[in-house]
């Protein structure tokens, strides 16, 4: 045997120890390391799969409450959001309480209505944008069904510049308003929702007409 020789195999014979001692020191340790990295991907992925299944299932409670709604059985839908709100997964519970709102108030309880819209507004756990809408559609209720300190109570907070909300929460006050004989100050959050470029075309359009309408009756003078 060459000395080369002798020396290559003294060589992989101490690397074959040291390969050994590497194993037996940290070969339970990779071993653990690669359980757990199965167990978790497959816990994830299982997870995963539950919250799919989880949400879809609510989704198609939700779909069918709508459904109850769109087809008059108030009564019916208002159970089944109920039901939702207590046992759905994600976003539906939220959905179904401010829906099962809405559905009071189509069914002409508009201090149930009221009540679940405020309720949502002042629960902290929700996020804020929500909370507004939740403001915004109890004013819009008492347009109709309350005084101008309910809807500005509500509102008044949203017709800061700021808030996306602001040219809804106007024309809220600025109906109540008009509903109430202050046609001045209706005039003037009209003409401000008309007047202003961001405001949706829809809202521009309906501040508009009733500006033009208060204008020819010449209630506002």
Known sequence: MSDDSFIREVNEEIRQE???????????????????????????VGYDYWRTQTANASGD???????????????????????LEADGYG?????????????????GDFDGAVKQFDEVAADGSIPGSIRDMARLRAALILVDHGTQ??????VEALTAETNPLRHSAREALALVAWKDGKFADALTLFDQIAADSAAPRNNRERATLMSELIRSSGSAS
């Open 18 to 44: 040291q390969a050994k001692a590497i194993w037996d020191r940290f070969g339970p340790m990779l071993i653990g390391a690669a359980v757990l990295v199965v167990l978790g991907t497959a816990a994830w």
């Open 149 to 154: 300190a309910d809807v500005a109570s509500r």
């Open 91 to 107: 976003a539906y519970p939220l959905l179904a309480r401010m829906r099962a709102a809405t559905v009071l108030a189509d069914k």
């Open 61 to 83: 409670r939700f779909s069918q409450a709508l459904s109850l709604a769109n087809a008059g059985k108030n009564d019916e839908a208002i159970a089944a959001l109920e039901a």
